[in-house]
């Protein structure tokens, strides 16, 4: 499976973002897909995560309520609409995916995601 991430930019705090990932190859293979980011200086930490069925979807604590994650199936594309930015979210954003439905703690756990894209910078601006 190959990804690709798109939609980082610089925005103001408050502002909104609209990441996108899209999947390509063995989609045979996509069915769980996360997003993760890693700020500078810090260790790469979950973001959000989705089965590609929809049936479940997860975030962690730093974003509930305001990041969704979504995938468009007829576009192979994974999305995270990022709204009520702040400082602290500033990182470069990766998108994975697992070849299987993760459950529980795996569903955060980076090493369970075989696939990753390249990331993509998201700067909020104070």
């Known amino acids: 499976v190959q990804l690709q991430a798109c939609g980082g930019g610089l925005v103001q705090a408050g502002g909104s973002l609209r990441l996108s990932c899209a999947t390509s190859?063995?989609?045979?293979?996509?069915?769980?897909m996360g997003w993760f980011r890693q700020a500078p200086g810090k260790d790469r930490e979950f973001v959000a995560t989705?089965?590609?069925?929809?049936?479940?979807?997860y975030y962690s604590d730093s974003v509930k309520g305001r990041f969704t994650i979504s995938r468009d199936i007829p576009k192979n594309t994974g999305n995270l609409q990022m709204n009520s930015l702040k400082s602290e979210d500033t990182a470069v954003y990766y998108c994975?995916?697992?070849?299987?439905?993760?459950?529980?703690?795996?569903?955060?756990?980076?090493?369970?995601?075989?696939?990753w894209g390249q990331g993509t910078q998201v700067t909020v601006s104070s």
């Open positions: 989705i089965w590609w069925s929809g049936d479940m979807t």
């Open positions: 994975a995916v697992s070849d299987r439905r993760l459950f529980g703690p795996t569903r955060y756990a980076e090493t369970e995601y075989a696939y």
């Open positions: 190859g063995r989609t045979d293979r996509r069915y769980t």
